[in-house]
């Protein structure tokens, strides 16, 4: 038996993602079945022991690693391990207090830390990525904003019956922060909170980089092209609502360079100044101070986009936004393309259901399921003309458009 498990061992110790070979649903649902084994195998003081002690101190010690940038210190995986005394003089910390937060953050592998070595620390492919502040954003974000909303969560949940939070302006965000009556985005556009903003911005260009692009999917693509034939370059090609610093209006105008036409994007100021400071309108795409919650100001553009805006607001609230797209759409001309969640109807992936609470917690908001995306759209007088699934942890592209007049 020893020799199986040996052997089994080195087998799983040999994988990592040269193994997949760039395939990523491959290496997705690796990761869900080493998941998995690892639950197996847990005894439920194991499980215990994991979530009281090991999972809190983790984060606990990434934080406090961001904090003194002891991943920048480390540098890449090409350079040698570090001592923990010259670690200790760079980042200004402690050589025994350095040592106890390196050696749990090498105990979940962000840091290496060779038997042959025990003072001496080493980067991985992860700490390389906690070095940037694009990398680390998420491990600040969290710290400041989401653990306080999640521990607020049940408190919230118990004091209102266990009912679902559908104010986006009464959330247990808001219940832990003192900040009833606001959004979160109204929050995070106060000039005291721009840290707060700052780092949210890094983290959804950090998360989405790696990502499909809408454009990416074939049959989406070959729509765009489809749709787009004789459009007169004066005219609107397409428009980005809510679309951040533009990620997905310059990844558009960057690899459909054969469609004439406009590319708009469409932010609150702030963030358009964040997107100017980014090079955005170095990227052929325009930009457009817009409040989504107004009409739309575009008329009858062939392509109306919004990469996950909808899940960030309640029913009521995605209905309004949604038929102020309508409202500026022309019948069997304009398609409106959402990059959302769609939640399977059994067994999801861990993502999507963090995401669902994630909503919940700070925005009154969900994740939905395809029979809810079809009474939300239908609710706004569109039709869901096709849902293009990428995979089981992806966003997908749902493509709308206005009913056909008889």
């Known amino acids: 038996m020893s020799s199986v498990i040996e052997e089994l061992i080195r087998s799983i110790n040999a994988t990592d993602q040269s193994t997949v070979n760039g395939d990523g649903d491959a290496r997705v649902r690796l990761i869900l079945a080493a998941q998995a084994l690892a639950i197996r195998l847990e005894t439920p003081c194991d499980f215990v022991q994991r979530v009281t002690w090991q999972e809190p101190t983790f984060f606990m010690c990434l934080k406090i690693g961001d904090d003194i940038a002891l991943f920048k210190h480390l540098g890449t995986r090409d350079s040698a391990p570090k001592d923990i005394h010259e670690l200790a003089i760079s980042t200004s910390v402690e050589p025994t207090l350095l040592k106890r937060i390196a050696r749990h953050l090498a105990s979940r592998n962000v840091l290496t830390n060779a038997t042959s070595a025990p003072d001496s620390y080493g980067a991985t492919h992860i700490s390389e990525s906690l070095a940037t502040r694009e990398g680390s954003s998420g491990i600040r974000h969290v710290c400041n904003l989401y653990i306080p909303a999640f521990s607020e969560m049940p408190k919230f949940l118990k004091e209102n019956n266990y009912r679902t939070p559908t104010d986006s302006r009464n959330a247990s965000f808001q219940r832990r922060c003192g900040l009833q009556g606001l959004t979160l985005f109204e929050c995070l556009q106060r000039p005291e909170n721009k840290y707060l903003a700052d780092d949210f911005n890094l983290l959804m260009k950090f998360t989405t980089a790696g990502r499909r692009s809408f454009v990416d999917v074939c049959e989406v693509g070959s729509l765009l092209r489809t749709r787009a034939a ?78 996950s805006v909808l899940h960030d607001w309640p029913d009521r609230e995605a209905k309004r936004i949604l038929e102020n797209v309508a409202a500026a759409m022309k019948p069997r001309y304009s398609t409106l393309l959402l990059s959302e969640n769609v ?64």
């Open 230 to 307: 004789n459009l007169d370059v004066s005219e609107h090609l397409l428009v980005d609502i809510g679309g951040g610093t533009g990620t997905d209006a310059a990844y558009f105008r960057a690899h459909v360079t054969d469609m004439p036409g406009l590319v708009e994007l469409q932010e609150l100021e702030g963030v358009i100044k964040a997107a100017w400071a980014a090079g955005i309108e170095d990227k052929h795409v325009s930009t457009r101070v817009h409040d989504f919650f107004t009409l739309q100001p575009v008329l009858a553009s062939r392509f109306y986009f919004m990469g």
């Open 343 to 406: 939640l399977p109807s059994g067994k999801c992936h861990p993502l999507m259901s963090a995401l669902d609470l994630t909503m919940m917690t700070t925005l009154a908001s969900k994740e939905r399921s395809e029979d809810d995306w079809q009474l939300l759209i239908g609710s706004a007088g569109l039709n869901i003309v096709k849902i293009h699934h990428i995979s089981s942890c992806s966003k997908s592209v749902l493509e709308c458009e206005l009913p056909c007049e008889e």
